[in-house]
């Protein structure tokens, strides 16, 4: 799939999950329609989040890297939207269930950056030099 695809089908995917969001949000009677309703709107926030950070992680990057773009960048931008939007989602879960306190915030960090280090680690290993020392050379 070349670039241009790709970030036609992201934008056009962020849009319809806002969408549904708002629909979900302005339609949707939460006392009604529990544990359903409170789903899609957890899912359809998730996915537009998504959609949207690794739009504008791909963005950032394109504007202040100025490099050719490979798979990985791409995976990578993906990769941090999504655990973004997994951090912002969860928040707003936790704390719909009063269960937010600033050490399950810091635990929940920590706990992110663990797994992107993991996988920075992984590609270093898989491919010699992680993504910003490639560009560099």
């Known amino acids: 799939m070349s670039l241009k695809k790709y970030l036609f089908l992201m934008v056009l995917a962020t849009v319809l999950c806002w969408a549904a969001w708002l629909f979900v949000l302005f339609f949707i009677n939460p006392k009604g329609a ?5 789903t899609f709107f ?3 926030l998730f996915l537009g989040l998504l959609g949207m950070f690794s739009v504008l992680g791909f963005a950032v990057r ?3 890297k100025r490099t050719e773009f490979t798979y ?3 995976k990578a931008a993906f990769r941090q939207g999504a655990m973004f939007s997994l951090l912002l989602t969860s928040s707003l879960f936790l704390q719909s269930q009063r269960l937010l306190v600033w050490w ?3 635990l929940f960090v920590a706990l992110l950056a ?4 993991f996988f920075l680690s992984e590609e270093e290993r898989k491919y ?3 993504i910003e020392k490639q560009e560099e050379q």
Do not use: D, K, T
């Open 114 to 117: 663990v797994v992107e280090y």
């Open 72 to 74: 990985r960048q791409v």
């Open 104 to 106: 399950n915030m810091i």
């Open 34 to 38: 529990g544990i359903v309703g409170l």
């Open 42 to 44: 957890y899912l359809s």
């Open 128 to 130: 010699g030099v992680g």
């Open 62 to 64: 394109y504007l202040f």
